[in-house]
């Protein structure tokens, strides 16, 4: 395997420099510092030294932000002019002086576009791994790592599980995308009903499971009444046109009451489940 070339050292030098700059303080030293450099170079050694200011203003983009970046590129333009009127400009440098002081905004933006587009590459890449394409809940991996992190903490949480009634009558009938229609509708329900502050994950092809944190006994049974209530407005379109009104049934357990490790917590939320099934529509068991 060859050694790489410059242009691949480059970008790793530069990506390691921008990932010890998660700090204002550290965003002065380093920047402040390279344009310091770059005036110094300028002055002392020739003036095509200026472009040290280049990847500065690369970095800035990379690592600060817009503003700060365009900050830092203005900053670099007008002192590295001054500098050049105080040596004195020749009238075949001033083409080089527009094209320095046009490249340095450049770099500094190409920089906050390519961060952008790194943060929208590792969004989508942690999308991918975290969560469930059909429901864009998170996925069952994620769910026991929270699990797991709530128990190490010691944080009191409960666990909410629910599954639309009579699926597998609905794929034999429909066929399985409007049994996954359903799962979205719950899906979607759910998202609503929870918020931001909990954890919601596809668990099975028809199971979604809730982590709800806090000692709160009553929330779980208030999230499910509101999850019931807005169920009761969403409808699936099966194939003849007709609408689906969607049904599930939920069981509840709370850590570390109802079972400490994780594998004893949702057997006993599922055998709430199974119990909520055996007693009708939209019933809520709990462990």
């Not at 200026?50 to 500065?56: K, L, Q, R």
């Not at 009579?166 to 009938?173: D, I």
């Not at 208030?222 to 807005?230: F, G, M, N, Q, T």
């Amino acid at each position: 395997m060859g050694r790489p070339n410059a242009a691949t050292r480059t970008r790793t030098t530069l990506e390691r420099l921008v990932d010890r700059l998660d700090s204002t303080s550290a965003q002065v030293v380093v920047l402040g510092g390279g344009l310091l450099l770059s005036f110094l170079a300028h002055g002392v050694l020739h003036e095509n030294a200026a472009w040290v200011a280049a990847p500065v203003a690369l970095v800035a983009g990379t690592a600060a932000g817009t503003r700060v970046a365009l900050w830092v590129a203005a900053v670099a333009v007008v002192g590295h002019l001054g500098l050049d009127m105080v040596d004195g400009i020749g009238q075949r440098e001033v083409p080089g002086l527009f094209v320095r002081s046009a490249v340095l905004p450049f770099l500094a933006l190409a920089g906050t576009a390519g961060a952008q587009l790194e943060r929208q590459r590792d969004r989508a890449l942690r999308q991918a791994i975290n969560e469930d394409a059909v429901t864009g809940l998170l996925n069952v991996k994620v769910f026991y790592d929270e699990v797991d992190r709530l128990r190490s903490e010691g944080t009191p949480f409960a666990v909410l599980l629910a599954d639309i009634r009579g699926m597998r009558t609905l794929n034999e009938t429909y066929g399985h995308p409007t049994g996954t229609e359903a799962v979205r509708v719950l899906a979607h329900v759910l998202r609503r009903a929870i918020g931001n502050e909990a954890t919601a994950s596809r668990l099975g092809s028809d199971e979604v499971g809730v982590l709800l944190v806090g000692d709160d006994r009553h929330r779980c049974r208030s999230v499910v009444a509101d999850v019931i209530e807005r169920l009761g407005r969403e409808t699936v379109t099966l194939p003849d046109g007709d609408a689906l009104e969607v049904h599930a049934a939920y069981g509840i357990a709370r850590w570390p009451e109802d079972g400490d490790d994780a594998i004893t917590l949702l057997r006993g939320a599922e055998h709430a489940k199974e119990l909520a099934k055996a007693a009708g529509l939209d019933e809520v068991g709990q462990a």
